[in-house]
């Protein structure tokens, strides 16, 4: 009787199929690759950088906040759709980190596992 769940007895297995980890876990999971906490820790200086810009009164920001955009592109780039604010500015940039934080994480685990 091969392939209908049973033991070496006949009897049903006692090992149920572990479930799929949840969306939470997984994401926990690809965040702390190594690979995605170093390019969180790239993306959070240069938050931290365009931060000092904006409360800095005398400073120049031009285009400052272009840097950042692509370090955190395509994701970033919905921040062409929110309204004018320096607040979603930093909402649109911290979205597109974790978004490719968590692509990164990814790629990461998924290439040393093989």
Do not use: K, Q
């Not at 392939?3 to 006692?14: A, C, D, M, Q, W």
């Not at 759709?81 to 934080?101: E, K, W, Y």
Request: aromatic letters at 12%; glycine letters at 8%.
């Amino acid at each position: 009787m091969t392939g209908t769940g049973t033991g070496r007895s006949g009897l049903p297995s006692s090992r149920s199929p572990s479930p799929p980890p949840s969306l939470l876990r997984r994401l926990r999971h690809y965040l702390t690759d190594f690979v995605a906490l170093g390019y969180l820790a790239v993306c959070a200086g240069l938050l931290g950088w365009l931060l000092f810009l904006f409360l800095d009164p005398d400073a120049d920001i031009g285009f400052a906040p272009v840097v950042p955009a692509f370090a955190t592109a395509p994701a970033s780039f919905v921040w062409f759709l929110l309204p004018d604010s320096t607040v979603l500015l930093f909402v649109a940039l911290a979205f597109g980190a974790l978004v490719n934080a968590t692509v990164i994480g990814w790629c990461s685990r998924t290439l040393r596992r093989r």
